[in-house]
């Protein structure tokens, strides 16, 4: 892999399990860090052998620009960040909702590209939606996609929109499974088992149900099924979240977290 020079700015949850993976699986990475406060920026530079930066204008050149900030944090970072580009840098987002045309005019550049992660980068069994705007370069697009796979499963999206309308099933997708787990620990514990040993159950059903749903050739639909006995303990659980109307309520909640990319779009 050619050389590569990124400025990281924002060291954040998703930015710095990203930054981690490339500096340990691949070589002829230069990595620049920088945040308001220093002390992320600082930490992830010591981890992976890169140079943290107190200001923007400290970081020199580089051909990539990764923006870990929150959305609500891009207008005031733009504002410094776009006297300092040349216009020929590739702009990698994390950022929800924050669209290629916001982010091209707000710092005068082209090429852009909309990555969407998850949480579990930090394993190395992540979800990257990642949008490249026409301008990008097919070396770049290669080398990207060769730097987030180190990481976890890239899909490649051809419309923008497409990342808005998927960011609140897979970006967000993990919180809703930590949240299950939560409440499912919560409950054993209230039925006299212990707190370890709820948490080692519980995980480790939640992990051997990923695994057989990712090898297996069946449909989820048919693996719910194979666990339901008519009339049994599995069949009654299921009723109850039919009568609650569960599968409206996940839908509701999409509809509401897309609502809200579109709103931090603005």
Not at 250 to 265: G, I, Q, R, W
Request: glycine content about 8%.
């Amino acid at each position: 892999m050619k050389k590569v020079k990124m400025a990281i700015l924002g060291c954040g949850n998703m930015a710095t399990p990203l930054v981690e993976n490339f500096c340990t699986q691949f070589e002829n990475i230069d990595i620049f860090t920088y945040t308001p406060s220093q002390k992320r920026a600082q930490d992830l530079a010591e981890r992976v052998g890169g140079q943290s930066c107190a200001t923007l204008r400290e970081i020199p050149s580089c051909n990539f620009y990764l923006i870990g900030c929150k959305p609500q944090q891009f207008g005031d970072l733009s504002k410094e960040l776009k006297s300092l580009l040349k216009g020929d840098e590739t702009i990698i987002s994390l950022m929800a909702g924050k669209n290629t045309g916001v982010i091209k005019n707000e710092l005068n550049v082209q090429k852009v590209v909309r990555l969407m992660p998850n949480t579990p980068v930090k394993v190395c069994q992540g979800v990257h939606l990642i949008y490249f705007s026409p301008e990008v370069e097919e070396n770049e697009k290669t080398l990207l996609e060769e730097l987030f796979s180190s990481c976890g499963e890239v899909f490649v999206f051809g419309q923008e929109e497409q990342i808005d309308v998927v960011t609140p099933y897979c970006g967000s997708g993990p919180a809703y499974i930590f949240e299950m787990a939560r409440i499912l620990i919560s409950d054993l514990q209230t039925k006299g088992i212990s707190q370890m040993g709820a948490e080692k159950m519980i995980k480790q059903m939640i992990y051997g149900a990923s695994l057989l749903m990712l090898k297996s050739e069946e449909s989820p639909g048919v693996l719910r099924e194979q666990v339901t006995s008519k009339g049994g303990v599995t069949a009654e659980a299921l009723n109850v979240f039919r009568d609650y109307d569960w599968e409206g309520s996940f839908k509701e909640a999409m509809k509401k977290a897309y609502d809200k990319t579109v709103e931090l779009s603005k």
